[in-house]
């Protein structure tokens, strides 16, 4: 009869299989475990149920790796480090990730002097970008000590549904670390309510505009109908969806009815005499042109007499008074009872008028200026305070159900994180420079949460601030995938910013392409410093115009101030989508830039290979470029978008005016076979855009033909290296639908036979 010793060792797994016994539901605060196969000389790491790392070394040197975490790292938050070396001389070896289906190529670090924040639209693996993220799972990977290139051009799906990717890196005497952190976001990085295998907010993009900063609270049902006329007729067409009410259509003070025992549901859904209809009718109206209502509430309470005939839903202070909270000044206690009554009928009644995006305001006082007040007079712990806070948030999610849009306005508290879709990561941002600015640089500071947490909003912008603002700020926004909503009276929306907003809108679906903790190195630009507190409810804030000396003064000096590209001014979104690879480059100047020449591994491109370069405001083919872009200088509030591409022996697509992205959302096909390039086109229909092909100089024109579409060639414009970039105008043809869709087929002619190539 074997002994318990025995027994115990014959249910041990072997060391192949541990851990790929099943997967846990929440990916597991544990090790990835170990297995050296001495013959095929393969090293595997396993977790959580899959194979997460296998690295083949060739040769016939001495490997030496670590095994575990042994407790020389922190515990908490817990990372395990993972070493490989070999006792002789280098070799090239392959190594295999394998992720979950969600899963994202991701810096371990924010952008650094001189390089551009990295972002993402597909799941591209970029040159020198030396991490993993598994977003699924929660789990960051990252890799230091010796040379390594990607092996595959992108992420790649397996025969399971896993994402795999594979690199070679030249090991030898010298440490290669691999270091592995599960519950990344939720530990090392505090978001704890970050759970991406139970919930991941709506990522679609999203496009509308907001009533506060186009009338305040000088709202009526016949202006917001306007509106929706106005964009549905200029604008549904290129991806424009939502009208959101603000401020304004309920009646003051909040509540205004104070009967004893009524709730504050009432305030809510009661509207002012300017909305005849009510909720239903201006929702009814908005709907029938085709578009989306939103709506916006706030957690504040301002009645007295509501604070005298209800205190027992309020909290208290030191003297059993009514606490009064900075901006919200009644708190409600969030207790259990005190949100069923309160809070969960008015977003039932709201959810069930029709509204279908909803934006909750003055959250970050009622948590930090309420119940954290208890926190600090010692009434309740933080803990108390978070929970109840949570428990609000959690309520009106419940209430909405999954299906609605969320906005969580403002600040960014991590207690939103899992139940609201969007967060404001910025103050109220008006058509003035310390608005502008702080949307630019707050952009840039919360760009590691973007499409990991939640979708990033900057505030709305305005486009009648001084047209290069507003463009260099719609810019942003539309390549980073940012929250886009407008906010003027339509009367501001002269034919040149209507064709700004169609050409950026809508946003890229773009996700962070780097991580690491919050940025608080450089200063949070703000309006409050110049505009105070007092926010003018009567009237909309008018544009303002500022000199370069005066934005100096106001941003006041940070460390790279005098850097070519201080921080926030560079960005590089990588795209891989079906049309092809290329990347959208962003120069923004929220102060004056000179000129520069911009190294190309600071986008995280390859600078061994040659790019074809095209400037989309100034329509201009700027050229064929190998190591560096000779860049101008931006004045103040000025931008420069830039379409990177590799270039290829063979014609290819260059840009167009469709869009922003130079152009991942009119072609939606694009082919390359006997000597012919075929783009499939979606565009809106009685419009006209140009794209622009290049043309090596061993290919010439010899035919141009389209099906459903109307095409007119014009300019070519001469690179250095012979090749020419062709202008062709399309026009697409009106029609009963908002879109169309056609196919440019332009055949050539070529001294030789290239090879096809992506």
């Keep these: ?151 595959d051009a992108c992420l790649r799906p397996d025969g399971d549904g896993n994402l795999t990717a594979t690199l070679q890196v030249e090991l030898g005497p010298q440490t290669w670390i ?27 993009p999203i496009v509308g505009w907001c009533t506060w900063e186009a009338h305040r609270r000088n709202l009526s049902e016949e202006k917001i109908v306007a509106a929706a006329d106005f964009f549905g007729e200029h604008l549904k067409s290129y991806g424009f969806e939502y009208i959101q009410i603000d401020d304004g ?9 104070t009967k004893a025992d009524d709730a504050l549901v009432k305030a809510w859904l009661e509207t002012i005499d300017a909305f005849p209809g009510g909720h239903a009718g201006v929702v009814q109206k908005i709907k029938q042109r085709g578009l989306q209502p939103g709506i916006w509430t706030s957690a504040a309470i301002y009645n007295d007499e509501f604070a005298d005939r ?9 003297n059993g008074e009514p606490l009064l909270g900075d901006w919200v000044k009644y708190v409600l206690d969030c207790t259990p009872a005190s949100l069923d009554k ?69 600040g960014v508290l991590t207690q939103m994180v899992g139940l609201c879709d969007a967060c404001r990561t910025s103050q109220d941002a008006m058509p003035t420079w310390a608005g502008m600015q702080m949307q630019l640089v707050e952009s840039a500071r919360w760009f590691f949460t973007q499409r990991i947490l939640y979708l990033n909003d900057p505030d709305h912008v305005c486009v009648r601030a001084p047209f290069e603002w507003s463009r260099t700020v719609l810019s942003l926004v ?34 962070t392409a780097e991580t690491g903790p919050l940025d608080a190195d450089y200063a949070a630009f703000t309006w409050t410093k110049f505009h105070g507190f007092h926010v003018l409810d009567e009237r909309p804030f008018d544009a303002e115009t500022m000199t370069d000396e005066e934005a100096r003064n106001q941003a006041g000096d940070w460390p790279t101030m005098d850097d070519d590209h201080p921080f926030s001014t560079l960005w590089a979104i990588h795209l891989d989508t079906e049309i092809g690879r290329w990347c959208v480059v962003g120069r923004f100047a929220p102060i004056a830039l000179r000129a520069s020449k911009l190294p190309i591994p600071a986008l995280s491109l390859d600078p061994d290979r040659d790019y074809l370069v095209f400037d989309f405001w100034k329509e201009e083919y700027v050229g064929r470029v190998q190591g560096e872009i000779d ?79 109307s095409v007119t060639a014009g300019d070519a414009k001469p690179d250095t290296a012979g090749g020419r970039a062709l202008a062709i105008k399309v026009d697409f043809p009106p029609g009963n639908e908002d879109r169309t869709r056609g196919t440019l087929t332009v055949s050539f002619s070529a001294a030789e036979q290239h090879g096809k190539e992506r």
């Design 631 to 709: 860049c101008p200088p931006l004045e103040l509030g000025h931008c420069q978008i830039l379409a990177v591409r590799p270039a290829l022996d063979r014609p290819q697509l260059l840009s167009s005016t469709r869009h922003i992205s130079q152009d991942a959302i009119s072609v939606k096909a694009q082919s390359w076979a006997d000597n012919e390039l075929t783009l499939e086109l979606e565009g809106v229909c009685g419009t006209s855009e140009t794209y622009w092909v290049h043309t090596p100089r061993e290919y010439e024109v010899t035919e141009m033909c389209a099906d459903g579409l």
């Design 342 to 410: 309160h809070v969960r009928p008015y977003f039932e009644g709201l959810r069930k008028a029709g509204y279908t995006y909803f934006k909750i305001d003055a959250i970050r006082h009622l948590h930090y200026d309420g119940l954290h007040e208890s926190a600090l007079l010692g009434l309740m712990s933080n803990e108390e305070a978070e929970k109840r806070f949570r428990a609000f948030l959690q309520c009106g999610r419940d209430a909405l159900g999954e299906d609605v849009y969320w906005l969580s306005s403002w």
């Design 478 to 511: 539309a390549i980073t995938g940012g929250l886009f909503m407008l906010s003027d009276a339509i009367a501001e929306y002269d034919r040149k910013r209507l064709r700004l907003v169609q050409k950026c809108i809508p946003p890229l679906t773009t996700t």
């Design 1 to 151: 009869m074997p002994n318990s010793s025995d027994k115990r060792q014959r249910l041990m797994p072997d060391e192949a299989n541990r851990l790929l016994l099943h997967a846990v539901s929440e990916p597991p605060i544990a090790h990835a475990y170990h297995h050296w196969d001495d013959e095929q000389r393969i090293l595997t790491y396993t977790y959580n149920n899959r194979r997460l790392l296998t690295i083949h070394i060739p040769g016939t040197a001495r490997v030496s790796f670590r095994h575990v975490s042994d407790g020389q790292l922190q515990s908490f938050p817990f990372f395990q480090q993972i070493y490989v070396m070999l006792s002789g001389e280098p070799v090239t070896a392959a190594a295999r990730f394998q992720l979950s289906h969600d899963a994202i190529n991701m810096r371990p670090r924010r952008a650094g002097p001189g390089q551009a924040i990295v972002g993402q639209v597909g799941r591209p693996l970029l040159p020198g970008v030396n991490g993993l993220y598994d977003i699924h799972q929660d789990l960051m990977i990252s890799w230091f000590g010796h040379r390594w290139e990607w092996t």
């Design 249 to 257: 259509f309920e009646k003051l003070p909040l509540p205004v009815d």
């Design 310 to 318: 209800q205190p027992d839903c309020l909290l208290k202070d030191c």
């Design 178 to 204: 691999i270091n592995l952190k599960p519950h990344y976001y939720r530990t090392h990085l505090g978001y704890e309510y970050h759970k991406p295998w139970e919930r991941r907010p709506k990522l679609k």
